[in-house]
């Protein structure tokens, strides 16, 4: 059975940038979750996303967005890159609402110069 | 909001000594997860407490729920270097739909 995957794996932009991340979770789940982890810190939550639509979100401001796809996939955008957005990009999967288990991809590590 | 901290957020200990991390959530949880997140790599999911006051052991690793199902901690017996990582707790509220993490104990192990 495949695991969370995500793509891209890295990538480099610069200040004023937009990126777009993908994940997709396991056959058969329906809740994506996004982290953002920054070098050494902990997991700090950005987004919720279950059966398609947006259940929840970190404190972040606006220019942080998502979408969770028909297929349960997901994207993670991110508007006007800013330094302090250079960080490990984490999505998880889950089965559905209070159903166990995360199930986290490789992440997407981004830095901003 | 709901608020889960971890304590020490860093530990150095020798090959061979015991270490524990304690996890404090402001709120009353329904459910508490382990997770360690080796260097480099991902959190992967340890274990799940669910009633008050629960133990639950995985070889030298010790999973406790506090009787309040406010706080937890996780002990480590004998540390090996393949300890080694960042670990996190991560609670759940009543309704059980949002997973709060903890900032992470990183563990350290010297041979």
């Known amino acids: 059975e495949a695991g969370v995957t995500q793509s891209p794996t890295h990538l480099i932009k610069t200040r004023g940038q937009q990126v777009t991340l993908r994940c997709s979770p396991i056959?058969?789940?329906?809740?994506v979750y996004w982290y953002q982890q920054a070098l050494g810190l902990g997991l700090q939550f950005l987004l919720w996303?279950?059966?398609?639509?947006?259940?929840n979100r970190g404190n972040f401001p606006p220019r942080f967005s998502g979408r969770q796809f028909p297929n349960y996939s997901s994207e993670l955008n991110v508007n006007a890159l800013e330094l302090e957005d250079s960080a490990l990009y984490l999505c998880?999967?889950?089965?559905?609402?209070?159903?166990?288990?995360?199930?986290f991809g490789e992440g997407s590590r981004l830095t901003v110069l | 909001g709901q608020q889960v901290m971890q304590i020490p957020q860093y530990q150095h200990v020798q090959e061979g000594e015991d270490f524990t991390t304690y996890c404090n959530s402001s709120?009353?949880?329904?459910?508490i997860q382990w997770y360690k997140q080796r260097p480099g790599g991902h959190p992967v999911f340890l274990i799940q407490l669910v009633k008050s006051g629960e133990v639950k052991k995985q070889k030298r690793l010790t999973f406790q729920f506090g009787e309040a199902k406010k706080n937890s901690s996780l002990h480590i017996t004998a540390t090996q270097t393949t300890d080694v990582g960042t670990y996190f707790c991560?609670?759940?509220?009543?309704?059980?739909?949002?997973?709060?993490f903890g900032g992470g104990t990183r563990l350290m192990v010297k041979p």
């Open positions: 998880a999967s889950r089965g559905g609402i209070n159903t166990g288990e995360l199930f």
């Open positions: 991560a609670g759940s509220n009543n309704a059980g739909n949002m997973l709060t």
């Open positions: 709120t009353t949880l329904s459910n």
């Open positions: 056959s058969g789940h329906t809740s």
């Open positions: 996303y279950d059966e398609g639509e947006e259940r």
